[in-house]
């Protein structure tokens, strides 16, 4: 009898499409390498849901809140089903950015210097000398950072709109020049190291990530190769710290520019990243020889509960 999966998709948060996206790939390969396969569209009655149909194993494809910082975790160990990625404290630690930081920075890892600011206060006057960053502290896929430039005399104003759907409390942190760089961690693997350069507009954002052809991803990226290594270690030292468990990728910046710092530098981990065509994990496990139905195989057999 082949193991059943239920993969978890959609849910309610601003990602819900990628989700989607990411949940129905991950199932297609499912069946593909003959497991049995329920896609469930995640909602407030997912607990009923899986109770009825009690699978052997959850894939969670959910991006943003409510799948990825502990909540849904929180609910399959209730449930007794084993699930893939991180586990209840790792999800909830790495979704706060901030907390996460001070967890980085005291496993060695370097991190944007930075503050916590009320995002009124933020709209009235800067909280850090431009060039810095504006972030949801609890948010994934570029939703919601504004790069604040040097040769803007004001802070962002949509701050304080209505339009500002991302909570109270913002995270501020000094603008790091140079390259985007991220690595996938795999278990107790380091992948390849890809840099991100956006197809168009000025940096990585939502659009860069998902929309075909937004980006270009250049694998193995052209960095020296103490760089390179160094950049895979980070990534393990700080899916370690965090105490994260299955596939996780971490997002860095590199400042190689002329006069800069040479300084690499973790900007976040993500615990859930994108499964979808144009994501960046199944591209680096393809460059270490998996695809995607290996990879997506091995998330399942890696699953486990108190994790």
């Not at 790495?94 to 496993?107: D, G, I, Q």
């Not at 591209?283 to 057999?301: D, I, K, N, P």
Request: hydrophobic share 40%; charged share 20%.
């Amino acid at each position: 009898m082949p193991k059943h999966v239920a993969v978890l998709m959609g849910g309610w948060s601003s990602e819900r499409p990628i989700s989607l996206s990411s949940g129905n790939a991950c199932a297609k390969a499912l069946e593909g390498e003959g497991y049995r396969v329920t896609a469930v569209d995640v909602g407030p009655d997912i607990a009923t849901v899986l109770t009825q149909l009690k699978p052997d194993v959850a894939l969670n494809a959910l991006h943003g809140p409510a799948g990825e910082d502990g909540t849904i975790q929180g609910l399959l160990e209730i449930l007794k089903i084993p699930y893939t990625h991180s586990g209840v404290l790792a999800s909830a630690l790495a979704m706060h950015k901030e907390r996460a930081k001070t967890v980085l920075h005291a496993a060695g890892v370097a991190v944007p210097q930075g503050c916590v600011v009320n995002r009124f206060v933020a709209a009235k006057s800067h909280p850090l000398a431009p060039p810095y960053v504006i972030k949801p502290i609890a948010e994934g896929s570029s939703m919601g950072v504004i790069i604040v430039r040097d040769e803007r005399s004001h802070p962002p104003q949509i701050l304080a709109s209505d339009e500002w759907t991302y909570g109270e409390e913002v995270l501020a942190e000094t603008y790091i020049a140079g390259r985007e760089l991220t690595c996938a961690v795999m278990g107790d693997r380091a992948l390849g190291v890809i840099e991100i350069k956006p197809a168009s507009g000025e940096w990585y954002d939502f659009d860069a990530k998902y929309a075909e052809g937004g980006s270009i991803h250049v694998l193995p990226a052209e960095i020296k190769p103490n760089v390179y290594q160094r950049v895979q270690e980070l990534s393990l030292t700080a899916h370690q710290a965090l105490g994260c468990r299955g596939v996780s990728r971490a997002d860095l910046r590199y400042d190689d520019t002329p006069g800069g710092t040479g300084a690499l530098v973790v900007l976040e981990v993500n615990t859930q990243p994108g499964m979808t065509p144009t994501s960046l994990v199944p591209e680096m496990a393809a460059h270490a020889g998996l695809s995607f139905g290996e990879l997506v195989r091995w998330m399942v057999e890696d699953a486990s509960l108190g994790r």
